[in-house]
């Protein structure tokens, strides 16, 4: 896989491969739009990836691009690259990460009860059905009212 593809086609190939024998690198980076072009989707994916991040106690580095979303493979940011062996990984899909990380035994949800894997998933998914598309519909402001 060359460096910058993303393993979106091959993830069953990325998990069988590393599965519980991943070391997460120091040199991680969650890229981001610029605060001018960061919209609240954008913002609000962006918090998920850095509040998850630091729940698993994952060091990352966040900088910050005027065209992120062009440099991410499905054109949405944010996006974080992760060195896997000698391949850079992006992972710009919030729930592969998380899926990703469980298997490597660095997700939350490593050694806790079920009922604690359940709720996540249940508010991952929450997030992701309801309030993303609720905010891009109406633009991330209440209507005015008259």
């Known amino acids: 896989m060359a460096a910058g593809q993303s393993f979106s086609a091959s993830f069953s190939e990325l998990l069988a491969t590393t599965r519980g024998h991943f070391a997460w690198p120091s040199d991680v980076i969650l890229y981001c739009l610029s605060k001018g072009r960061e919209l609240l989707p954008d913002k609000i994916r962006r918090l998920c990836f850095q509040t998850y991040l630091q729940l698993c106690e994952l060091p990352f580095e966040t900088k910050t691009a005027h065209n992120a979303d062009a440099m991410s493979p499905n054109g949405l940011a944010p996006f ?4 896997i062996g ?3 990984t992006i992972f710009s899909d919030f729930e592969k990460l998380v899926l990703f990380l469980d298997a490597q035994h660095l997700g939350l949800e490593y050694g806790g009860e079920p ?4 709720d996540n998933e249940a508010f991952i998914s929450l997030i992701t059905t309801r309030v993303v598309p609720a905010e891009v519909r109406f633009g991330g402001c209440c209507p005015a009212r008259v």
Do not use: E
Request: aromatic content about 0%; charged content about 20%.
């Open 115 to 118: 009922t604690l894997k359940a």
């Open 86 to 88: 000698p391949h850079l």
């Open 80 to 83: 974080l690259t992760v060195r």
